[in-house]
């Protein structure tokens, strides 16, 4: 029995002496980051959806960095600025890209990222009304939209003119608001200069007032806390953009040619829609071909106001305008026959762009053929040679556009193929079919918009097909704003 009691007393010593074994619990690893979720609001230079897929200044930019971080892109919209704050707070959202100003109070909340582009805020009043000479003498209130810039502005304002007082709209955006100045039932709203110059192509009554502040950066928000790694990817991926030309690129894209704006020719096209285009619609649909029938009804308004009878004193004649040996070139007998004008001008367009260099790329390919449908493309590819001897991309629009000017100058135009070139005309030409069309799109939608909604009953497919028409319509025009 001692024996016994001597083995088990030696045994248990011996467990005493070993080293108790823990199994370590493994650490569990954060899920790998598979996509970027960017929290938005719809507007045209912000983000939009159309029958022809997502676009937006804010889009192709966050797409942009989703590829050079190597993540799918997720664009959430939200209803209103204070929706997109509380999203950022909770962790639903990894960036703010929303169109948004770098202000004081947004510091406070948000990690600011760098300026995409500058805007001016404007005060927006509507056409026929008294012009607003200041910001303390004004004939009714001024509504914002809440937690927007604007707020901010009003409130330092505030402070040297005790009496300024504002409306908040939390329900409505910019364009709704925009809207209301148009009907006549808000007396003032304030605006960011690019908003107001997309804004006016389809309601010209909308008149700018007082500059109430310059050249606001307008940037993307990151969280607060935990974002270091996000905010270095941020900087370097925007260095690589601005220097490669991205920036210049959309500011070209979605704002350059909506700065020309002449009110007349704006009611007058739109009048003209009404009582010009149903006559001759079907025949831009039938013979635009790979074009889209607005850009060729655009470029014919841009020719002849839709006048068949048109003539130029240089001997175009026809609704498209066609020279006598352009139309024998493409078929055409009759020059005044509107219909023969319509199927020669589309033939001539499209056999432009076939003959453009392929290095131009597709979303760029219409404006190259619309100025070589003006000038030539003779006296085109001499400006894309100009614009490479500049160190210039030959085949990016904003940068042709910049040296098709020179065409008119002596010392430039000696030395190229084809000479002399109203260069500047072809800018202008091409700037104001881009904003034609952009009308022609946007009243589009609307009438498509009136005739789903007085459906008797609408089914899914067709309420889905209404909130796509409500979105706006992408930006064709030019006016960059200053990038620093």
Known sequence: ?????????????????????????????????????????????????????????????????????????????????????TAMKNGEIDIIAAGLGDTPAR??????????????????????????????????????????????????????????????????????????????????TIADSTSLDINRRFMPELREGLVLKQKQPVVWLLPPNNSDKLMSELLAFWHIEKRSGTLAHLNEKYFAHVKRFDYVDTRAFIRAIDNKLPKYQATFEKYAGDIDWRKLAATAYQESHWNPNARSPTGVRGLMMLTLPTAKQVGIKNRLDPYQSIQGGAKYLNSMLERLPESIPASQRMWFALASYNIGLGHVEDARKLAQAQGLNPSAWRDVKSVLPLLQKRKYYKKTRYGYARGNEAVHYVDSIRRYYDTLVWIDNQNMLLELRNKPLQTAEIQEKVVDLQAPQEPLLDASPEIN
Do not use: H
Request: net charge negative.
């Open 1 to 85: 029995m001692k024996k016994i009691l001597l083995t088990l007393c030696c045994i248990a010593l011996l467990a005493a002496c070993q080293k108790v074994v823990v199994e370590q619990a493994k650490p569990v690893e954060p899920p790998k980051q598979t996509e970027l979720v960017v929290g938005t609001l719809y507007g045209p230079q912000i983000y939009f959806t159309s029958g022809q897929g997502d676009s937006g200044y804010d889009y192709e930019m966050a797409e942009r960095f989703a590829n050079y971080l190597g993540l799918e892109l997720k664009m959430q919209p939200f209803a209103n600025i204070s929706e997109l704050y």
């Open 107 to 188: 510091r406070e909340q948000f990690r600011v990222g760098p300026p995409l582009y500058r805007v001016n805020q404007v005060l927006v009043y509507r056409q026929g009304t008294p012009v607003p000479k200041s910001i303390d003498k004004l004939k009714g209130e001024i509504t914002v939209i809440t937690d927007s810039s604007f707020v901010d502005t009003l409130t330092e304002l505030q402070k040297s003119n005790p009496d300024l007082v504002w409306n908040q709209e939390k329900d409505k955006d910019a364009e709704e608001l925009l809207t209301m100045i148009a009907a006549g039932d808000i007396p003032y």
